[in-house]
């Protein structure tokens, strides 16, 4: 960091050394929430140095093994620390037969509560989920995986450099099991990133994906300016809690993608609940219609086939031992009555429709139990979701239509947050390109 602890800073990157780690495109791997148990011992099986040992380690005490892990890899030139510097990186891939690049700046940016207006999250988050990331990040002073942050269009100098500089080659080089191509340029230049610092000093920053690596971040840096854990304890502190000599754990590593980004994709991420009582799905049938329009299918297919033609405003569901149909909401009004508190942003949303007027109002499934993570699984694949009702044993599916990211805008600028899992921004981030070490 430099000795100002500006806003936004290059680090010294912990990556894989090809001569003693192997090929990079067999130690990368995809989040930790998208890694299931089959998925966990695949990457264990690729390689011993897959960087899935540090995310999601499988030992009975997995942030200690994670812990020694990464130890033993810098220690044995498994991972091999960079020069400080800001990172470009671009992922090429290709969705419905159209072909995408996102390009995205990894950085360490310093941590702001959200209550300073400045970097906010666009939806909530599980409280499992961020306990399970703090233990890691604790155990391993490390960002093993990136937080994704979206900075406001239009910076005309930045658009130049981050073109100038995909022009040149990479440092880093690897293509992962969707078939994306993840590349990584490092800038070492103060003057491309004093461009860079300049642009977004007093930007807004909206955090796209990784709420709960953001979210455990401010936690961990909270502990280690009550002196449980961390470096030296900082000479003077803010009133609004900012450090004034920043430490390192006062950063977390971030990508930043601007808002205008020709690659930036969202997905719609569906809902499967697993299990339903007979009083539920009773529930369901009967009261369905007092405030929804529903038109039935025969088959799965041409209903997702109709839900993909009528876009917004309308909602996929299939129940057990029910047809397949499409729900669309009468009256705006009924979202204003279920849900005085929300804002208006948010209640326009179809996932707002689905978790308060059929969730909560139908069904009996409080926002406490979805907070939960119990008893609802996330995925992006429609057809899946519809199958699982029947071959896998679900008791339900609901398909949505993406937000955009104009919504996503909209909602962050009012201040304001979707409910979880309410964006997939494709393609993710890959772990174990570049580690950011706290220390």
Same mark, same amino acid.
């Not at 429609?382 to 104009?406: I, N, R």
């Given at each position: ?53 540090? @995310? %999601? ?6 942030? /200690?093994?994670? =812990?020694?892990? +990464? #130890?033993?890899?810098?220690?044995? *030139? $498994? ?39 400045r970097i906010l999250p666009h939806e909530r988050t599980f409280p499992k989920a961020k306990e399970d990331r703090l ?21 005309? @100098? %930045? ?6 500089? /995909?022009?040149? =080659?990479?440092? +880093? #080089?690897?293509?992962?099991?969707? *078939? $994306? ?86 997905? /719609? ?171």
């Open positions: 960091m430099s000795a100002r602890g500006q806003r936004i800073e290059p680090f010294p990157a912990l990556v894989f050394n090809p001569q003693r780690a192997g090929r990079l495109e067999e130690l990368i791997a995809p989040p930790y929430d998208l890694i299931d148990k089959a998925r966990q011992q695949q990457l264990y099986a690729r390689s011993p140095n897959n960087v899935v040992r540090l @995310e %999601l380690n499988s030992d009975p005490d997995p942030y /200690a093994s994670a =812990a020694a892990t +990464l #130890e033993n890899w810098v220690a044995g *030139g $498994i991972l091999r620390r960079l020069p400080p510097a800001i990172f470009l990186y671009t992922q090429t891939f290709e969705w419905e037969q159209q072909n995408f690049v996102r390009r995205g700046w990894v950085v360490r940016m310093r941590l702001e509560e959200f209550s300073n207006g233990r890691l990040l604790a155990a391993t002073r490390a960002n093993i995986s990136s937080v994704f942050g979206l900075y406001p269009r239009g910076n005309q @100098e %930045l658009k130049a450099l981050t073109s100038e500089v /995909a022009a040149r =080659a990479p440092i +880093l #080089e690897a293509r992962d099991d969707l *078939g $994306i191509l993840n590349q990584v340029h490092a800038i070492h230049s103060a003057a491309d990133i004093n461009i860079f610092q300049r642009a977004l000093d007093s930007s807004r920053v909206l955090i796209a994906d990784g709420h709960h690596r953001y979210e455990t971040a401010l936690e961990y840096r909270r502990r280690c300016l009550s002196g449980g854990q961390g470096s030296a304890p900082v000479n003077v502190v803010t009133r609004d809690g900012e450090s004034s000599a920043p430490r390192p754990e006062d950063y977390v590593m971030m990508t930043l993608v601007a808002f205008d980004d020709p690659g930036l994709l969202i997905l /719609a991420t569906h809902r499967v609940i697993n299990a339903l009582s007979d009083e539920q799905i009773k529930a369901f049938e009967e009261r369905i219609r007092e405030k929804f329009e529903v038109e039935e299918f025969e088959q799965p297919g041409t209903m997702i086939a109709q839900l993909r033609s009528k876009g917004r405003g309308y909602i996929g569901a299939a129940v057990r031992n029910t047809v397949p149909r499409i729900l669309h909401l009468r009256n705006q009004n009924d979202m204003s009555i279920a849900s005085p508190d929300m804002h208006e942003e948010v209640r326009r949303l179809d996932v707002a429709v689905l978790h308060s007027l059929i969730f909560d109002e139908i069904l009996g499934i409080t926002p406490e139990m979805v907070r939960s993570g119990e008893n609802i699984a996330y995925t992006i694949d429609g057809a899946a979701a519809l199958a699982s009702v029947g071959s896998a044993g679900a008791a339900a599916a609901f398909l949505l239509t993406p937000p955009t990211v104009y919504d996503v805008e909209k909602v962050s600028n009012a201040g304001a947050t979707m409910p979880e899992k309410s964006t997939y921004f494709y393609p993710k981030l890959q772990t174990g390109l570049l580690i950011n070490p706290i220390s």
